[in-house]
């Protein structure tokens, strides 16, 4: 089953390896969802340059590997 919200889906998938697609030009980042904290998603062990913070707001859709 899943929340029913992003937030809390996301929040329960911490840990788990996600490309999140955002509403931006940047098309996508890929990383551990590693905490959900209010309107953001960090991503840790992210494929660039280190942490991403990205709003919640901005995800179009999350494609998370089992």
């Known amino acids: 089953m899943f929340a029913s ?3 809390e889906e996301l ?3 911490q840990g788990q390896l ?9 098309g996508s980042t890929a990383g551990v969802i590693g905490v959900v904290r209010g309107d953001i ?6 494929i660039g340059y ?3 913070n990205i709003p919640i ?4 859709y999350v494609i998370v590997s089992p």
């Open 41 to 46: 998603v960090i991503l840790v062990d992210s």
């Open 5 to 7: 919200t992003l937030r």
């Open 11 to 13: 929040a329960r998938r």
């Open 18 to 26: 996600a490309r999140i697609y955002t509403d931006d030009d940047l």
């Open 57 to 60: 707001d901005s995800i179009q």
């Open 50 to 52: 280190g942490p991403d």
